[in-house]
C-alpha cells in the first residue's frame, strides 16, 4: 500500500470560519508541513500519549486543519501536526489567522 503524503481535511472548513469570523481566518490546502514553525515556549508541552493516540485512532474523515498565523507559527494544533508528521505526510490542511484583523474585530464588540 502507497503512503499518503498528503490528506484532504474533512468536511466544509474554509466557508464555515470565513463566513463566520469577518475574514480573520483564511482556508489553505496543501502547505508543506515544514514550513510550519512551533514556538519554542509553547504553552502546553506535547503529550506523546495524545500523539499516538491519533496516529493509531487515524480517521481521513475526521481530520481537522491545524491553526497558524501569517508568519507561518502554530497557534491550535500541536498534537495534529506531531501526529501528521509521525504518519510521514508531507503536507496538510491549514486555518490561517491573520491575528490584526482578529484583534480589531474583538475589541469593536
Known sequence: MKRAHYIKSAG????SYVIKSNNCFRFLERISISRIK????YRNK??????????LDFYPDA???????ERF???DGQHRLLAA???GLSYIDVIVVNENKLK??????
Open 85 to 87: 508528521r509521525k504518519l
Open 12 to 15: 466544509d472548513w474554509g466557508n
Open 46 to 55: 506535547p503529550s506523546l500519549q495524545e500523539v499516538n493516540r491519533i496516529v
Open 104 to 109: 480589531n474585530t474583538e475589541s469593536s464588540n
Open 38 to 41: 512551533r514556538r519554542k515556549k
Open 73 to 75: 507559527f502554530l497557534i
Open 63 to 69: 481530520w481537522e486543519p491545524v491553526m497558524i498565523n
